[in-house]
């Protein structure tokens, strides 16, 4: 005899416990609809809580015109979002869970505690206690989703196998990047065989390896050293540009860091049209070519050629340390040729780092897929919402401000498909 599976009827079910998932959840809530959050993690908000390790970017203060530029290809899909919960809405909102913010020197957004866990632990109190006219968040934890047996969603549990029928459904369940914080891409072939058109998920905000590897020499000595005030340039096979100065770090096969980040999705489509991307690093980005060249061609005397570069330019440890790597004998002693090559070192890379190392990924629903609410087209009743969305962002607040805005857009489709 077959045994029946446990199964539950609820309104509203959100599938996935991080910003973009609660976030639904709280407008929902607020409107009075009763939601079921399902996740496979123990608890929610997990790679929030990593992103708060280092000081937690709630989003940016630049102005909202050049904020929505940072999402570069898919701005203007993202744009009615961010009009609907834009960064200034991102503090208003810390305001109102009792957490204050500050702007930084970048411009970046901070708790005034720099720290992830009191603003969860606020939110997820209110999500269980809205307040008059609210309706609660019921958590199921441990409730790993494993796609639809029809209409129906079906969960793997701590209890067996849970079957949900569902007025309405949010997916909220991430990219690819950390797996082991539930972000895994698994969601990805489900949504194709149900004809939901996905682009394929790839690294964003990630790091690369050089082509060749670096020397043993370098790799041991320098894997893990930041290159500091430098710069990179790229342009790339169809005249799209990349220039800006700041910092990252060398890594035992090759580069990584917030300047590497920023440059990401051009040096990454690069690779994946040519097989290869070149970037020019600029060692002295506040010294002009012709201020170089003076240093390098004066005169040296009984002094060794590094000691000279580090008499006139300050250059040493990692900076010193690629230029021996990538200039070549002859270059090194022809001070116009050396001069340039400080300004431009090419940097050849091969190959993105695997997207569970990296910050986040791109690819994901198609917005084609999707109308105004965030609804699947094809499929009435199912919304998506957050990094599963075909869109990337560089870090500083940015991926955060679009998960949350695509929380509420989801939120506030649900509640209109409802009627409520």
């Known amino acids: 005899m077959t045994e029946i599976q446990p199964s539950l009827s609820v309104d509203v079910a959100i599938i996935g416990g991080g910003p973009a998932g609660l976030m639904a959840a709280e407008v929902l809530g607020r409107a009075g609809v009763a939601v079921h959050l399902f996740d496979a993690m123990p608890s929610v908000g997990r790679k929030f809580l990593l992103a708060g390790k280092g000081g937690m970017n709630l989003t940016h203060a630049e102005a909202l015109p050049a904020f929505v530029g940072r999402y570069g290809a898919q701005a203007e899909r993202l744009r009615p979002l961010l009009d609907a919960f834009g960064p200034q809405a991102v503090r208003d909102w810390a305001q109102g869970l009792g957490i204050d913010t500050f702007v930084g020197s970048s411009q970046r957004v901070f708790p005034t505690d720099m720290k992830a866990a009191p603003l969860l632990r606020a939110w997820l109190q209110r999500l269980r206690h809205p307040g008059v006219g609210g309706a609660p968040v019921a958590f199921h934890m441990r409730h790993r989703w494993t796609g639809w047996d029809g209409a129906a969603l079906c969960f793997d549990t701590p209890q067996g196998p849970l079957r949900v029928q569902a007025r309405a459904t949010v997916l909220a369940l991430g990219g690819a990047s950390w797996a082991r914080l539930g972000s895994d891409g698994a969601w990805l072939p489900w949504l194709q065989a149900e004809g939901i058109d996905v682009a394929p998920l790839q690294p964003s905000n990630c790091g690369f390896d050089v082509a060749g590897g670096w020397s043993p020499f370098f790799a ?25 100065k700041g910092e990252f770090v060398a890594t035992a096969t090759g580069v990584e860091g917030s300047l590497v980040y920023a440059a990401s999705g051009l040096l990454r489509d690069e690779i994946t049209r040519n097989g290869q991307a070149t970037f020019e690093l600029d060692l002295l980005p506040d010294r002009s070519a012709e201020q170089v060249l003076a240093q390098v061609a004066h005169p040296r005397g009984s002094r060794s050629l590094s000691s000279h570069l580090k008499s006139r330019l300050g250059l040493e440890g990692i900076k010193m340390a690629i230029v021996n790597e990538w200039v070549d004998k002859a270059a090194m002693h022809d001070p116009a040729r050396l001069a340039a090559a400080l300004k431009a070192i090419p940097v050849t890379l091969v190959a993105a780092r695997p997207i569970d190392e990296a910050i986040s990924s791109a690819g994901g629903v198609r917005w084609e897929a999707l109308d105004g609410g965030l609804m699947v087209k094809q499929r009435p009743g199912l919304f998506c919402a957050g990094e599963m969305l075909d869109w990337e962002a560089p870090t500083g607040g940015y991926l955060l401000t679009a998960c949350l805005a695509s929380g509420v857009v989801a939120g506030d489709g649900v509640r209109r498909w409802l009627a409520v």
């Open 220 to 244: 041991e000595r320098f894997a893990g050293q930041p290159f500091k005030s430098v710069a990179i340039r790229a342009t790339d096979s169809l005249g799209q540009g990349f220039h800006r």
